[in-house]
C-alpha cells in the first residue's frame, strides 16, 4: 500500500512539474469545450436566399418580405433570370434560389393554385434537407393566410377541415443545440485527455529507460499498474467536474439527474479508458506510436458514439459496432442523466456493459504487460 | 559462487548476441566483462538482471535461480543500465527515495552503504535529477542501484560518457564497495579499466574468449610487443604491415604495436628496412603488453 502511494504521489508530482503538460490537461480541453459547443452547430442559419420575381404583383412581394423577416434567411439580391440565378449557385453566391412565375396572383386568385420553383444547393445533404423544410414552412404559412384573405363569405360553410400539429419538445423545450452538445463534447474531451495521458504515460517511462530499472525491483506488477493509473482516474474526475461547471455557467445547461449517479458511470468509464491506454502502451515502443493508436481509435469511438450523427441512421452493420463503443454508452448516459433526469435503474444496461468491458480491458492490459520481455 | 552462468545462450531472430557463455564470480569479487560495442554485454546483463529469458542454459543468482527465484534476484541485485535511467523531472532527493521505497526500505536504514557516494551530490539534493552534470547523474544512478543494499551488483558501462577524472574516482568507489562484500559485474568497452578488476572476461560476438585475472591474461600473450615511431605515422602504419615478417600491427597512442613473426627479432634490421623507406627520427623499443594488446590478439 505504501509503495502504491509513493508512485501516485511521484506521479502527480511529475504531471504537475511538466510546465508543458499542465495546459495541455485543463485549460486546452475547456477551451475546446466553449469553442466546439457553439461552433459544432446543426442549426442553419443565414442561408444565402435570392429570387426571381417575375410578377412583380402585391402578392409576389408578401412573399419575399416573408423570407425577409425570417431569421434564417438572408435575401441577398433579385435575379432578372433564372439562368443568372443559376450561375451565382454555381459560383456559390446563393444557397437557395426562389423562383415566382409569371401570374403568380392571378393564378392564385382565379384558380386558387399556383407553382413555385426552389432551387437548393444540395451538396451539403443534411444542410439542403433543412433549408427544404424551413422554405416550405414559411410557404405554408404564407398560403395559410393568403386562403384565409381570399375567402369569399360564401366559401365559409366549404371551408376544408385541416388538421395541425403542434408539437411538444420534450427534455429541450426550446430546441437549444447546446444543451444537447455540452454534454456529448465533454465526454469526448474526458475521453481524449485520459486516453492520451494513459497510453503515453507508460511508454514515456519505456522511452527514458526507467521502466528497465523498475522491473528488476521487486515492485508487483498491481502496484505498479495502479500507482501509474490512478492519477489520471482522479484527473478524469478533474476534468468532468471542471467542465460540468463551464457547462452550467456558460450554456447553462441543465442537470436534471443526480450528479453522484454522473460521478459514479464516470468512474467505471474512466476504468474502461485507462485501461485502453495501458493496453496500448504495452504494445508501443514510443509516445509518438502511442498517440498515433489512440487517435486512430477515438476518431473511431467519436465517429460512431452518436455524438454527432445519430447512431439509428447509421447501417445495421455500423450499429452493431458502435455496441462495442464505450464512448457511445457514456455520451447516452451523459444526456440521460443530464437532460432527462434518468436513474439507476435506466442507466443499469450501460452501466453493466461498460463495467464488463472495464473487465476485459483491464484484464487484457495486466495480461500483456510483462515485466520480463 | 555469487553468480554462476552455465552454456546460456540468446539470439534475436537470426542474430546470436550470446553463445554458450559460462563463467562463476566469486563473492564479493569485481569482475569485469570487457568487449566492444555488440559483443553480447548488455544481453547478457539483461538475462542475468531477470529482464530476459535466455533461450538456453542456466544461471544463479546470488545463489538463486535465474527463473524460478526470478522474484528473490529482484531484491537482491542492484542494477544500473547503461543508459541514465532516473526519472529527470524529480529531484536527486526524491529519486534516491523512490528507488527506496519501492525496495520496502528507507534511506536512512542503508544510509552508511552510500554515504560516501551520496555525500558527494547531496548539496544539490533538492536539483533535478535532469539538471546533474554527467559524473554527478552516475553517482545518483549508483546510489539508486544501492540503496536496498544488494548482494550483486551489476553495472552495464557505467563509464561509458564520463570524463577522465570521474572514471578514475567511480572506480575508487567500486573498490571501496566491494570491500563491503558486494559482489560487482561491471562491463566495460574500456581496456585500461581491466586492470582494475579482480578478473576479466573478454567477450566478443557473444563468446567468451578467455577469463581469468588481468596479469594471468597479459602473460598469456606469447609475442614480445614492441613500440614503434617515426614521423610519418600513417606511411609507418603501411610500411609496417608491407614488413614480410610483420605478424601484427595496431597503432597505440603515440606509438605503433608491432610483432614479429620470428623468435628472433633484431630491431635493428626493421630500423634499416624502415629507413630504406624514407622514415625519420625511428624509435623502436620493447613495451609491457596491455590487455588491448591480448584481445585485439585473441580476437583476430
Not at chain 1, 223 to 245: C, S
Not at chain 2, 229 to 240: A, E, N, P, Q, V
Not at chain 2, 266 to 287: D, F, R, S, V, W
Request: proline content about 4%.
Amino acid at each position: 500500500m505504501k509503495t502504491i502511494l509513493f508512485i501516485i504521489q511521484k506521479e502527480f508530482k511529475q504531471i504537475f512539474r511538466n510546465k508543458g503538460m499542465l495546459p495541455i490537461i485543463f485549460v486546452l480541453p475547456l477551451l475546446q469545450l466553449v469553442i466546439l459547443s457553439n461552433a459544432a452547430t446543426f442549426e442553419i442559419k443565414n442561408i444565402k436566399f435570392s429570387y426571381v420575381d417575375r410578377d412583380h404583383s402585391t402578392t409576389s412581394r408578401a412573399l419575399i418580405k416573408k423570407f425577409n423577416a425570417s431569421t434564417y434567411f438572408n435575401v441577398l439580391q433579385a435575379f432578372p433570370s433564372q439562368a443568372i440565378a443559376n450561375e451565382a449557385m454555381l459560383q456559390g453566391k446563393v444557397d437557395v434560389v426562389l423562383e415566382i412565375p409569371k401570374y403568380f396572383e392571378r393564378n392564385l386568385q382565379k384558380e386558387k393554385h399556383t407553382k413555385l420553383g426552389i432551387t437548393i444547393n444540395a451538396i451539403d445533404g443534411a444542410a439542403a434537407g433543412v433549408e427544404n423544410v424551413y422554405v416550405t414552412q414559411i410557404l405554408q404559412q404564407f398560403n395559410k393566410k393568403l386562403a384565409t384573405k381570399l375567402m369569399q363569405p360564401t366559401d365559409v360553410k366549404n371551408r376544408p377541415k385541416s388538421i395541425e400539429s403542434i408539437p411538444l419538445f420534450w427534455y429541450n423545450e426550446t430546441l437549444n443545440y447546446k444543451t444537447f452538445m455540452v454534454p456529448g463534447i465533454l465526454v469526448l474531451l474526458v475521453t481524449m485527455i485520459t486516453l492520451f495521458l494513459s497510453g503515453m504515460n507508460i511508454v514515456r517511462e519505456k522511452e527514458i529507460g526507467t521502466l528497465e530499472q523498475i522491473n528488476v525491483t521487486p515492485i508487483k506488477k498491481y502496484q505498479f499498474i495502479i500507482g501509474k493509473l490512478f492519477p489520471f482516474w482522479v484527473i478524469g474526475f478533474g476534468l468532468l467536474t471542471i467542465g460540468l461547471i463551464l457547462g452550467k455557467v456558460i450554456f447553462n445547461v441543465p442537470i436534471i439527474g443526480s450528479l453522484p449517479l454522473i460521478y459514479f458511470y464516470t468512474g467505471i468509464y474512466l476504468f474502461v479508458i485507462l485501461g485502453m491506454g495501458f493496453f496500448i502502451s504495452n504494445f508501443t515502443d514510443t509516445q509518438q506510436q502511442a498517440m498515433f493508436i489512440a487517435w486512430f481509435f477515438v476518431v473511431i469511438f467519436i465517429l460512431m458514439s452518436g455524438l454527432f450523427t445519430p447512431i439509428e441512421s447509421m447501417p445495421q452493420w455500423a450499429q452493431q459496432i458502435t455496441e462495442l463503443n464505450p464512448v457511445k454508452y457514456f455520451v447516452q448516459v451523459m444526456r440521460m442523466v443530464m437532460l432527462k433526469g434518468a436513474s439507476f435503474t435506466d442507466i443499469l444496461p450501460q452501466i453493466l456493459k461498460t463495467a464488463t468491458y472495464a473487465i476485459v480491458m483491464n484484464g487484457l492490459a495486466v495480461w500483456s504487460y510483462k515485466k520480463t520481455n | 559462487m555469487s553468480i554462476t552462468v552455465s552454456h546460456i545462450s540468446k539470439s534475436y531472430g537470426k542474430v546470436t548476441a550470446l553463445k554458450d557463455i559460462s563463467f562463476d564470480v566469486k563473492k564479493g569479487e569485481l569482475f569485469g566483462l570487457i568487449g566492444p560495442d555488440g559483443a553480447g554485454k548488455t544481453t547478457l546483463f539483461r538475462i542475468l538482471t531477470t529482464l530476459l529469458f535466455a533461450d538456453e542454459g542456466t544461471a544463479t543468482v546470488a545463489g538463486y535461480d535465474l527463473v524460478n527465484d526470478y522474484k528473490k534476484i529482484r531484491s537482491h541485485v542492484g542494477y544500473m543500465p547503461g543508459r541514465f535511467s532516473l526519472y529527470q523531472d524529480l529531484t536527486v532527493e526524491e529519486n534516491l527515495n523512490f528507488f527506496a521505497t519501492i525496495f520496502g526500505t528507507t534511506i536512512e536504514e542503508n544510509y552508511d552503504l552510500i554515504k560516501e557516494i551520496y555525500v558527494q551530490i547531496e548539496p544539490f539534493k533538492t536539483r533535478r535529477a535532469g539538471k546533474l552534470s554527467g559524473g554527478m547523474k552516475q553517482k545518483l544512478a549508483l546510489s539508486c542501484a544501492l540503496i536496498h543494499k544488494p548482494k550483486v551488483l551489476f553495472l552495464d558501462e557505467p563509464t561509458t560518457g564520463v570524463d577522465p577524472v570521474s572514471r578514475k574516482e567511480f572506480w575508487e568507489m567500486l573498490k571501496r564497495l566491494q570491500q563491503k562484500g558486494i559482489t560487482i559485474l561491471v562491463s566495460t568497452p574500456y581496456m585500461d579499466e581491466a586492470a582494475l578488476c579482480d578478473r576479466i572476461a573478454l567477450i566478443q560476438d557473444g563468446k567468451i574468449l578467455e577469463i581469468d585475472t588481468p596479469e594471468a591474461i597479459v602473460k598469456h600473450y606469447p609475442k614480445k610487443i614492441y613500440d614503434v615511431r617515426s614521423d610519418h605515422m600513417y606511411k609507418l602504419i603501411l610500411d609496417l604491415n608491407a614488413f614480410q615478417h610483420k605478424h601484427s600491427v595496431y597503432p597505440f597512442g603515440e606509438f605503433v604495436h608491432y610483432t614479429d613473426t620470428r623468435e628472433a627479432f633484431n630491431t635493428a634490421e626493421l630500423e634499416n628496412y624502415l629507413k630504406e623507406k624514407g622514415h625519420q627520427n625511428i624509435i623502436i623499443k620493447p613495451t609491457k603488453t596491455t590487455i588491448e594488446d591480448t584481445f585485439m590478439e585473441l580476437a583476430k
